[in-house]
């Protein structure tokens, strides 16, 4: 029969498999995060921008990290081109004036 116990590599310490699979918590955790307030993004390509944008628009400061200044500058064209979608609909609705989507 299989050993119950799962040896960690490079460590003497074993852990109880059964334990493992039962336990909801993990075996290192960090403390709790109690508030947000600052975001970071590791590129802004297709999914990063967005989550860069959202996050920004949601009151969190956003702080991000490229391979090099173009990717940089491509990523921030990106979120401009994003947000004058969005306003330039908003305008169209009513909800916005020509004068505020094009400042």
Request: proline content about 3%; charged content about 25%; cysteine-free.
């Given at each position: ?10 460590s003497s310490m074993a852990i109880n498999r059964t334990m ?84």
């Amino acid at each position: 029969p299989r050993s119950k116990k799962m040896a960690i590599r490079g460590s003497s310490m074993a852990i109880n498999r059964t334990m493992l699979m039962r336990q909801p918590h993990r075996l290192f955790s960090a403390p709790a995060v109690t508030e947000i307030k600052k975001v970071g993004m590791v590129g802004l390509g297709l999914m990063g921008h967005g989550i860069a944008q959202i996050s920004a628009q949601s009151g969190y400061e956003v702080v991000a990290v490229e391979t090099n200044q173009a990717a940089l500058d491509l990523g921030q064209k990106r979120i401009e081109g994003s947000l004058e979608k969005i306003y330039s609909k908003m305008a169209a609705k009513g909800k916005l004036t020509e004068d505020d989507a094009n400042a």
